[in-house]
């Protein structure tokens, strides 16, 4: 019976090694495969995950770069900088700027207009029209200068830049300068010279079919 029992165990043992075998094998030759298939599967589904993510921030990013865009295209459009230079319309912004700025006197010359180069607005068949403003100002205190160019960059249509201010002092206050302001009399004491570049960019059919005023 003891001999019968342990033949009977070696051979469950002899099957069990068998079938750990066979499993083994199992594993190494088909479960492994395809267990290394699954995960370039998935390292690709990953990559692909990562690609669908990058392209939708990249979106987002370029939409809020449209919107931010639109809104400046929005703001340039509304000052007029896409439209055609009209220098006596300038001229009366100019005076009622001096009106309100308090500079005493305001002498202006715009000169005419030129088409500057510009690669990226040739691109769109624009050109940049560009203009020179000189302006020579006069009043009691400088701080009527700065009010003045503020409001220039404000309400003069298209885009303003200013490219340089020179300060002079017309008259030292004195005794005699000191009673004509008490009086009420307007004393020029500084004189400003102040250059500003006037740009607007308008199709380049426009610069063939019109005259630049």
């Given at each position: ?202 199709p380049q059919s426009r610069i063939i079919a019109e005259d630049i005023n």
């Amino acid at each position: 019976m003891i001999n019968i029992l342990g033949v009977q165990r070696i051979i469950v043992l002899t099957i069990l090694v068998l079938v750990n075998a066979a499993l083994g094998a199992g594993v190494y030759y088909f479960l492994l495969p395809e267990i290394d298939k699954q995960e370039r599967v998935l390292r690709a589904v990953r990559g692909q995950v990562n690609t669908v993510r990058y392209d939708i921030e990249r979106l987002q990013v370029e939409f809020e770069q449209f919107e931010e865009q639109q809104e400046r295209f929005e703001s340039f459009k509304a000052k007029g900088f896409f439209q055609q230079q009209n220098r006596r319309q300038v001229e009366k912004i100019l005076e009622e700027i001096q009106g309100v700025s308090g500079v005493l006197s305001a002498k202006v010359a715009i000169n005419p207009a030129s088409v500057e180069t510009n690669p990226e607005a040739e691109k769109a068949d624009y050109k940049v029209l560009k203009s020179t403003v000189q302006a020579q100002l006069n009043t009691l205190d400088d701080k009527d200068i700065y009010h003045y160019i503020y409001l220039v960059e404000k309400y003069f249509p298209g885009h303003v830049s200013v490219e340089s201010i020179n300060f002079q002092r017309e008259a030292d206050l004195d005794k005699v300068l000191l009673q004509a302001i008490a009086a009420g009399q307007n004393v020029p004491l500084v004189k400003a010279d102040v250059t500003l570049v006037w740009r607007t960019m308008i199709p380049q059919s426009r610069i063939i079919a019109e005259d630049i005023n």
